[in-house]
């Protein structure tokens, strides 16, 4: 009886998803991720891995804000949980999660809690307060956040949650990209990147902001 309920929804709305949504994503993110790590002049897997993974996370995550803003534009519904939005949402915090991972190990090898706390050799103790710390701690607190969205990202989620209860959890994706926005601005500083790559950051930066400025003023006109 289980199979026989089962299988007409997965391949119902499960299956089409994941042709439409997640193998379009899946191979998307896979080029953007390769380019990125094969043209970086860095020497070592780790520094090549946390640059590739780290825009196109930055990107899906921006676009994840636009969508709703562009359906108002459109003057199309938002429903409560959108399938392209949210599988979008799960491939950006797959890509941020892994950039997390691998970052505690590019600049500090084998000592990633000396990003958050300044080191016996350095001027000052406890809590780093620089602008290397300012991006950590950012990227910390953005990824664990990127987590718990990740997790409740499914139907299962918001029938136990309920739908308002489901949309006010997934609202911290502001956050998120709130704390991403700032993370990424500090480590161009850290980093001292290219301008190409600072635009690249303020251009995602920007357009989600502008966009979501444009549907608050579209839904109290």
């Keep these: 009886m289980n199979s026989v309920s089962v299988t007409p929804r997965w391949r119902g709305r499960l299956l089409p998803r994941v042709w439409r949504h997640h193998v379009p994503l899946l191979l998307l993110s896979f080029v953007c991720v390769a380019v990125l790590y094969q043209t970086r002049p860095y020497p070592d897997i780790l520094s090549r891995a946390s640059f590739a993974t780290a825009y196109p996370a930055l990107a899906l995550l921006a676009i994840t804000l636009l969508i709703g803003p562009w359906n108002l534009m459109r003057k199309k519904a938002n429903p ?5 939005r949210r599988d979008i949402g799960i491939w950006a915090g797959l890509l941020g999660i892994l ?9 500090l090898r084998g000592r990633p ?9 350095e001027h000052h103790r406890g809590m780093r307060h620089d602008l290397f710390g300012l991006a950590n701690y950012t990227g910390a607190l953005g990824t664990l956040l990127l987590i718990a969205l990740l997790a409740t990202s499914n139907d299962l989620s918001l029938r136990k949650f309920g739908t308002r209860g489901w949309k006010q959890l997934q609202r911290w994706n502001y956050a998120v990209f709130a704390l991403v926005a700032v993370h990424s601005f500090a480590f161009q500083g850290v980093e001292t990147q290219k301008i190409q790559w600072v635009v690249t950051v303020a251009l995602c930066v920007s357009a989600a902001i502008a966009l979501q400025w444009m549907g608050i003023k579209r839904r109290l006109s």
């Design 80 to 84: 409560v949980s959108s399938d392209l």
């Design 99 to 107: 950039h997390a991972g691998v970052g505690q190990f590019v600049h």
């Design 113 to 121: 809690w000396l990003y958050y706390i300044y080191g016996p050799g």
